[in-house]
């Protein structure tokens, strides 16, 4: 069925005049030159979908809630990698102890705040869940799992529910769906999703989904691409998908039949066709330089995108050849583009798979693959796991420059606990602030899996981990030799209009559910204030500050103190008339966080005041709606 929308010229013009666009900062090809690394990718012709589907919106339909699990692992991963993980498993539980401290507070920065969280997808019959998740700027979330998604808005309340199956309700995808990614682009205002469909060459379909509003219940356009481009007896798997000025890509990995891996490719898409549910056109990318394991392409980091093209990380793991390699696509569809790669010497190891309480069942840690990646101010920041310390993995966070191109990192972790699958996003107030935030799984033989997230400022020195989501349980189903799958993913992304910034995450923890020790789906918002100063910010010579402000609800009040002491903290009317004494009491040496809720007064302006010994510490003004 061929579905197509045409917009009015004057609307589309006016979309693309409220795209922020930015230019990439080029990598200096004379500087970089020992990096380079000898490319001849192939690129399919430009070819054009004009099969458009219309995703179905009908809550009435009955869920079948069909499944179907191999517990023999798919794509296994090569048998030396396999024996690696295997014997530091092994050494791992010989070598454990009764006890491990947890992660102490002696950072100089302030732990994550967590605010709104809540239950989100639960355990649909397929693991891992495979979580991915995007907010708009509408305050819209979308959240997916492997077999279902789910529509959010900012308080927890579930506006949609549904399988992949029935949200397709698509005769020709008869064969499981899978392996969900979905992202928010600012620049057209919309969200763009991916999901897989079969794992066997001959039904293998990569399903392109493109909102056709920035509110997800008003339906999406789908596509279906093949997952064997090459036509080489392949199946598609684990994409990774990004967004430019113009265009939009998946990544994926290619498997044979039998399992074997074959190599990586790149889609590379017009999005303002797919937006608007239009005949699409595409290519794809194949033969890429030493067949890197998991391509990750790196979209703009805050508000707008970036192009034309787009840049791609990926990471190798060899002994004493360990690499991070940059890739440049350097054009969109509409140019000439290329691919450029670069090679950076690295330093990654294997670690164990995790343990956890209450079981001998570990869960899987697969591999040390680039993970989540976004690009900012002439650098791309990506996340991965790989080992730390003593069979242990922690997340490896990375900031590589374009230009001169070099990577800095750290490994963020701690003795006794496998911190995996992290997700990175920027929380920077500006387009040159490096900070991000970075949620991951972790668990360990005294804990149950669990969701957390750091974060690490401008300058690079990173806070301790907030807890978003306990685990209640282990988790062993489908279990297989002992060994069952914990993640693959976890979910993260910045509410692009947001000020002071504001992310947005999900991620799994060990949750007993429909007679099994499975994995749930936990949301979660991390807001800017902490119960001290802003985190990572030096102080301000400002006394204090109110946030939000305006509000509708509660105010916060942030002041600091040379000296504890007693204070009264006053709401004034524009009047100058005291309206109510809300706190007198001991305040702290340093920042104080103080709140209250507006109760019942009338809308309008006022003043919160702090006195302390009869001297008017700060006076700010407030509005309530």
Same mark, same amino acid.
């Given at each position: ?9 004057? /609307? ?11 230019? @990439? ?7 970089? @030159?020992? !990096? ?55 050494? @791992? ?128 356009? !789908? ?190 972790? /701690? ?33 149950? *899996? ?58 799994? !923890? ?39 402000? *305006? ?75």
């Amino acid at each position: 069925m061929k579905k197509i929308k045409y917009l009015p010229l004057a /609307l589309i013009l006016l979309v693309s005049a409220t795209q922020a666009q930015y230019q @990439k900062v080029r990598v200096d090809t004379e500087s970089a @030159k020992k !990096y380079q690394v000898p490319l001849n990718p192939q690129k399919s012709n430009i070819m054009t979908i004009q099969d458009v589907r219309s995703s179905n919106l009908n809550r009435n339909l009955p869920e079948w809630n069909q499944n179907l699990v191999g517990f023999a692992k798919i794509h296994e991963l090569p048998e030396n990698v396999q024996r690696e993980i295997a014997e530091k498993t092994q050494r @791992k539980i010989n070598n454990q102890k009764g006890f491990y401290p947890d992660e102490s507070t002696g950072s100089a920065l302030s732990n994550p705040t967590l605010g709104t969280n809540f239950s989100a997808n639960v355990f649909g019959g397929m693991t891992p869940p495979d979580n991915s998740m995007a907010i708009s700027n509408g305050g819209y979330i979308v959240s997916v799992v492997n077999s279902n998604l789910q529509y959010y808005d900012m308080s927890g309340h579930n506006l949609y529910s549904s399988s992949f199956t029935n949200f397709f309700n698509d005769p020709a995808l008869t064969g499981m769906l899978y392996d969900p990614a979905v992202l928010y682009d600012p620049g057209y205002d919309r969200f763009f999703m991916v999901v897989l469909s079969t794992a066997a060459s001959a039904t293998s379909k990569v399903v392109c989904c493109f909102s056709k509003t920035n509110n997800p219940n008003d339906g999406w356009w !789908y596509y279906k691409i093949t997952g064997n481009p090459l036509n080489n007896g392949c199946w598609f798997d684990y994409p990774k998908i990004g967004v430019s000025n113009n265009e939009v890509y998946v990544t994926g990995n290619l498997f044979l039949d039998n399992s074997t891996y074959n190599q990586s490719v790149i889609y590379q898409m017009t999005k303002a066709s797919g937006y608007s549910g239009q005949a699409m056109s595409y290519r794809y990318w194949n033969d890429i330089t030493n067949s890197p394991f998991t391509l990750v392409p790196a979209s703009y980091g805050q508000q707008g995108n970036y192009g034309p093209g787009i840049y791609l990380v990926s990471t190798y793991e060899n002994g004493s050849s360990d690499k991070i390699y940059l890739f440049d696509l350097t054009d969109d569809l509409t140019g000439t583009p290329t691919i450029n790669a670069y090679a950076l010497d690295a330093s990654i190891s294997l670690a164990g798979n995790a343990l956890q309480s209450g079981t001998s069942v570990v869960l899987n840690t697969d591999d040390t693959r680039a993970m989540s990646a976004f690009y900012l101010d002439g650098i791309v920041q990506f996340v991965f796991h790989s080992e730390r310390s003593n069979n242990y993995n922690g997340v490896n966070y990375n900031r590589l420059t374009v230009s001169p191109l070099s990577n800095w990192n750290i490994n963020f972790g /701690l003795d006794g606990y496998d911190y995996c699958y992290p997700s990175v996003a920027s929380f920077g107030s500006s387009s040159s602030d490096k900070s991000a935030l970075v949620t991951f799984s972790r668990s360990g033989s005294t804990i149950f *899996p669990e969701t957390r997230v750091f974060y690490i400022d401008d300058a690079g020195t990173n806070s301790g981990s907030t807890l978003v989501k306990g685990g209640e349980t282990y988790v062993d189903v489908y279990q297989n030799g002992g060994i069952t799958r914990w993640g693959d993913y976890t979910g993260i992304c910045l509410m692009k209009n947001s000020s002071p910034p504001e992310v947005w995450l999900s991620g799994s !923890y060990g949750a007993y559910q429909s007679s099994q020790n499975a994995l749930n789906t936990w949301i979660g918002q991390i807001t800017w204030e902490t119960t001290g100063i802003p985190i990572g910010k030096t102080q301000s010579t400002k006394l204090a500050r109110v946030f939000p402000n *305006p509000s509708s609800d509660i105010f916060k009040l942030e002041f600091s103190m040379e000296k504890s002491a007693v204070v009264e903290i006053a709401l004034i009317d524009g009047a100058g008339r005291m309206v109510k004494l809300l706190l007198k009491d001991k305040a702290e040496e340093g920042k104080n966080l103080f709140s209250f809720n507006k109760g019942v007064l009338s809308n309008g302006i006022y003043f919160l005041q702090v006195k302390c010994e009869n001297t008017i510490l700060a006076n700010e003004k407030i509005v309530i709606e």
